[in-house]
């Protein structure tokens, strides 16, 4: 399961990066600063990945559950970065401010919340609502950085 969330991560990365004026304009420049910045990119996108699955298995621990770490932290990974797929193409083919992109955004942050509190919700054989209270923090600043921030290009 960590090969998956990795390679979500990395997929997600290249996707979000392109979507973005600044790798173009890099990439005229010279392609390889634009895919030595995309690698940076993936690196940071992996690893503050994996710290928000770790978060959500500490505050899901801290709130009674008794999941594992790896499935927890790769699982969480996943769900959250699949749910994102579409909107990142969208983003990749649109301006980031077109409303299918915000739309898209909205649709998968829902999606993506919902099925990142059934995961751990089963995965730690909590109640629903501290399953969403173990979700929300990770979830918001994952939404807030992500999915809608506040400069696009």
């Not at 173009?24 to 690196?43: N, Q, S, T």
């Not at 992109?101 to 501290?130: D, E």
């Amino acid at each position: 399961m960590w090969g998956a969330a990795a390679f979500l991560c990395v997929l997600c990365g290249a996707l979000g990066t392109m979507g973005r004026d600044s790798f173009w304009e890099g990439w005229r420049v010279g392609p390889a600063f634009a895919l030595e910045a995309m690698a940076i990119a993936d690196v940071v996108l992996v690893l503050a990945s994996l710290l928000l699955g770790i978060a959500t298995q500490a505050i899901a621990r801290r709130l009674g559950g008794n999941g594992k770490f790896g499935p927890t932290v790769t699982l969480f990974v996943v769900v959250f970065w699949a749910t994102d797929l579409p909107r990142l193409a969208l983003d990749a083919c649109l301006p980031g401010d077109s409303f299918p992109v915000r739309a898209a955004a909205w649709i998968t942050s829902a999606f993506g919340y919902a099925f990142a509190t059934l995961l751990i919700r089963g995965q730690h054989h909590l109640p629903t609502h501290k399953a969403v209270a173990a979700v929300s923090i990770q979830m918001l600043a994952a939404v807030a950085l992500l999915k809608f921030p506040a400069a696009t290009g």
